[in-house]
């Protein structure tokens, strides 16, 4: 999701989920949503409707390999640091729901990775140009800064 910038209040923001739909995660299905404002302010980093996203991703996901997931890993992005433990409850919370909607006992286990919106540390940026320089940030995105908690 796009964090929405001061002053585009009346504008709404589009929220995007992304799933694998087999076992191997070479297939991938998406579930989109429009971002509702009050026009005034900025929108709020949750995501409206994430359950129902959630739920319509796993029966996706059932329909395609015949068995529902046994975890879940979801990344997260546009969540600042002071806002993530909120965020981060309450989505917890939608995805929880979306599985306990599909099945009584159904409790997958979920990863949520915060990805951080830092930007990489000054000595990756020091680099000249060219082919070390590439590898540095692939590998400070791949395991940089975030915060993981696994439920």
Not at 61 to 87: A, L, M, N
Not at 116 to 124: I, Q, R, T, V, W
Not at 125 to 136: D, F, K, L, V
Request: charge should be positive.
């Amino acid at each position: 999701m796009r964090p929405q910038l001061r002053g585009e209040g009346s504008r709404p923001s589009v929220a995007a989920l992304v799933g694998s739909m087999d076992r191997y995660a070479c297939r991938y299905a998406t579930q989109i949503g429009i971002q509702k404002t009050d026009g005034r302010k900025a929108h709020s980093p949750i995501i409206e409707g994430l359950q129902a996203m959630v739920k319509n991703m796993l029966i996706k996901f059932y329909q395609s390999v015949k068995t529902k997931p046994q975890r879940i890993i979801f990344y997260r992005d546009g969540v600042s640091e002071g806002q993530f433990h909120h965020v981060m409850m309450h989505e917890l919370s939608s995805i929880q729901k979306a599985c306990l909607e599909l099945e009584k006992d159904y409790h997958p286990k979920i990863t949520f990775y915060n990805l951080s919106e830092a930007p990489p540390h000054p000595a990756l940026r020091a680099e000249p140009p060219g082919r070390r320089q590439i590898w540095q940030r692939a590998s400070w995105y791949r395991g940089g800064p975030g915060y993981h908690l696994h439920y």
